[in-house]
């Protein structure tokens, strides 16, 4: 099974300020025969289901500010939000979808410092 | 607009059965892969497993394998998942979702869930 391993656990970050959260794979996601990475994050506000954020490590999922972005290869990813906003305070998880059991990372806490 | 409406859970003994249900609106359910997601009481996000848009197969994590069932009803826009020989580890909010396509996709859309809580 892959294992999905997030960094930090939590982060305090300004208002207008970047946050970047890590995600490493314990293999790679990138499928050779179409050359994407089966990875996803989701961000996750109190009382609400998660929400789809990133697809294919990269792709903004419709109607994600474009503050959101993803980047990354193989097994190592990145989500990094730009110019945090107050509404951005969530708990964010990545996920792999490459083979099954698609397993999530354990998350990241982002608070306004 | 896209809705998945939970039902089924509760308060069950260890070692009891459950059955939960997911109806789907908003699109052609027929056409995309199904999951089920569940978050324990303060803690992160599991993945439970996921069904083929025909219902021809399915997939589950390890801690599943053998306990839980999953299975779709096209014919009623209906998502299943029969939970067998239930432990207080069960005990979580559990999510249904939809793919974006197959298996192998992202989930783009989830649920508000139904909470499982076993316990004597």
């Known amino acids: 099974d892959i294992v999905m391993t997030q960094s930090p656990d939590s982060l305090a970050v300004s208002l207008g300020e970047r946050a970047a959260i890590n995600c490493k794979s314990s293999q790679s996601v990138l499928y050779s025969s179409d050359n994407k990475n089966y990875l996803a994050w989701y961000q996750q506000k109190p009382g609400q289901p998660p929400k789809l954020l990133i697809y294919w490590a990269s792709s903004r999922e419709s109607g994600v500010p474009d503050r959101f972005s993803g980047s990354g290869s193989g097994t190592d990813f990145t989500l990094t939000i730009n110019s945090l906003q107050a509404e951005d305070v969530a708990v964010y998880y990545c996920q792999h979808y490459y083979s099954a059991p698609f397993t999530f990372g354990g998350g990241t806490k982002v608070e306004i410092k | 607009e896209v809705q998945l409406l939970e039902s089924g859970g509760g308060l069950v003994q260890p070692g009891g059965s459950l059955r939960l249900s997911c109806a789907a609106t908003?699109?052609?359910?027929?056409?995309?892969?199904m999951s089920w997601v569940r978050q324990p009481p303060g803690k992160g996000l599991e993945w439970v497993s996921v069904?083929?848009?025909?219902?021809?197969?399915?997939f589950y994590a390890d801690s599943e394998k053998g306990r839980f069932t999953m299975s779709r009803d096209n014919s009623k826009n209906t998502l299943y998942l029969q939970m067998n020989s239930l432990t207080a580890a069960d005990t979580a909010l559990y999510y249904c979702?939809?793919?974006?396509?197959?298996?192998?996709?992202?989930?783009?859309?989830w649920g508000q869930g139904t909470l499982v809580t076993v316990s004597s």
């Open positions: 908003g699109f052609t359910f027929s056409n995309y892969a």
């Open positions: 069904i083929t848009n025909s219902g021809g197969a399915t």
């Open positions: 979702a939809k793919g974006r396509g197959g298996p192998n996709t992202a989930i783009d859309s």
